[in-house]
């Protein structure tokens, strides 16, 4: 896939890219396969959708819901396990923790603007929160929940009764905790970034070294063919060859989980499978295969390890990944040349611009 | 693997400056966690604690006393002493008390390290672990 050069609507140099995206809309349009850099925009609140519009209440039950064991299984894991506040809604883990007994065998993303994404999950398989929220709980390797158990438990419950009915009108169920899940995850928004306020025209948010990287990540690395809009990401799906997990290579736990998840996806193979197929196990279609969700790179700093099988421990394994064209065989990049100094600055740019205040939440009272 | 290499690196490369203090917490569902627990514990009467927990968890879920006899064996272990141990429930007392603590402290999950007071829930590597030990280090000579 060929790239064009990236164009930055930055306060400073707004004028010249504007000049730059007109042509290379141009191109766009008489080139077939070339893609263009988008532009990085402030972040703004999460848009909700008309039927779970966000309200305090809401928030509030979806909040505790999330820190509630009684959405596992064995009552000994919440949603918060894997998605901890103070670790920037992710684990800090390579793989995932999971259910005891079992192994996870994906990275735990961060939930900070996850309101923002067209897909959920790394391979994309749920389209809003709604849809994504009661996933982790019934997956035999997460929560390990059953779906049908939980309302009843819930139910049970005098106080969740009466947050459901002062929310909903209505008795609790799985659709109306998924989507006060959804409320609380949508909540979860990027504070106060420094490229939030250089976008706004606060020239001295970000230092020089950052702005260097940040011409960089719209240039010459090409980051922001992918990585752009408000999350930083295209919300698209791309084989970047990525190398399996060597730590994992043998475990039996996961190797299980992969084959699970590909048998219940309909992979015919499932038994010989020794890889993640990524999106492939979604659509089913080979251009998919082991091809992942772009992530997110607000709040990057605190969200290590990277890629879907945490793989990269640092940033700088991940410069150097990009740097290198990607993984063998790769058709999505291309090698860039970067210096060692260019990817000090690209690293500071993901660094202190993307990092915002951290989210401080009060934990709730669970009944 | 669990949190054995990455906490005996930690001992090792800080040396006089850190204190390990390990907590039980079988888990409930499982038939045989609580005598891998006492297996724990009478391999420590020997000097062989991580390499019993070790073992145990490369050899999970197979941790039935005959079983746990037998790793005792591959270890060197006084095999009677250990054998005695694990029969009498010798250090069921303490494997109680610590329950008691980690239900009092809310915790579900293990591993759970407390590195001075912050808490870090599941298993972790060496980085990780030292980048926490040298902050409350500096934090500590403050």
């Known amino acids: ?367 | 693997m669990g949190a054995g290499p990455a906490v005996h690196k930690i001992m090792k490369d800080f040396e006089g400056k850190v204190k390990l203090v390990v907590k039980h917490y079988p888990y409930q569902y499982r038939d045989f966690s609580h005598i891998a627990a006492e297996a724990a514990m009478a391999a420590n009467d020997q000097g062989k604690f991580w390499e019993m927990h070790s073992l145990m968890l490369k050899k999970s879920p197979q941790l039935e006393k005959k079983s746990l006899i037998k790793y005792a064996q591959d270890l060197g272990l006084d095999v009677k002493k250990f054998t005695d141990s694990i029969e009498t429930k010798k250090y069921s007392g303490i494997i109680e008390r610590d329950k008691k603590l980690a239900k009092s402290m809310d915790l579900y999950n293990t591993p759970t390290f407390f590195i001075n007071g912050r808490m870090v829930v599941g298993n972790r590597s060496y980085e990780y672990l030292r980048r926490i030990v040298e902050e409350e280090l500096k934090n500590a000579k403050k």
């Open chain 1, 1 to 367: 896939m060929q790239r064009s050069s990236a164009p930055l609507i930055a306060p400073e140099t707004r004028p010249y890219f504007c000049v730059v995206f007109f042509v290379a809309c141009i191109s766009f349009i008489l080139i077939s396969g070339v893609v263009f850099a988008g532009t990085l925009e402030p972040i703004k609140p999460s848009p909700a959708p008309i039927d779970n519009p966000q309200t305090d209440e809401k928030i509030e039950l979806g909040k505790k819901l999330f820190f509630d064991r009684r959405l596992s299984g064995d009552g000994t894991m919440s949603c918060a396990t894997c998605h901890i506040p103070e670790q920037a809604f992710a684990d800090g883990q390579d793989i995932s923790m999971s259910y005891p007994t079992t192994k996870n065998w994906r990275n735990s993303p961060t939930l900070i603007n996850s309101g923002y994404r067209k897909f959920l999950f790394y391979d994309g398989r749920a389209q809003s929160l709604e849809e994504q929220a009661l996933f982790p709980v019934m997956s035999a390797f997460e929560m390990n929940r059953n779906l049908d158990f939980v309302e009843e438990v819930i139910r049970g419950v005098p106080e969740y009764v009466a947050d459901f009915k002062k929310v909903f009108n209505a008795e609790p169920d799985r659709k109306k905790m998924a989507m006060a899940l959804a409320s609380f995850q949508r909540s979860l928004v990027s504070k106060n970034a420094p490229l939030d306020r250089y976008l706004k025209g606060d020239k001295r948010a970000l230092s020089k070294d950052a702005i260097k990287g940040l011409i960089i990540f719209t240039g010459k690395a090409k980051c922001a063919d992918c990585h752009y809009g408000a999350t930083l990401s295209d919300d698209k799906f791309y084989a970047l060859n990525l190398p399996e997990n060597t730590d994992f290579k043998d475990d039996a736990g996961i190797a299980a989980t992969r084959r699970f998840v590909a048998k219940i996806s309909g992979f015919k193979e499932y038994r010989d499978l020794n890889e993640d197929p990524g999106r492939y196990l979604v659509t089913k279609n080979k251009k998919d295969w082991k091809a992942f969700r772009t992530s997110s790179l607000r709040e990057v700093s605190k969200t290590a390890p990277y890629m879907h099988n945490g793989i990269f421990k640092t940033l700088d394994e991940v410069i150097d990944f990009f740097d290198r064209g990607g993984g063998e065989g790769n058709k999505s990049l291309k090698p860039l040349d970067l210096s060692s100094e260019e990817k000090q600055y690209l690293k500071i740019f993901l660094v202190e611009a993307l990092t915002g205040e951290d989210i401080v939440i009060k934990l709730p009272q669970i009944p």
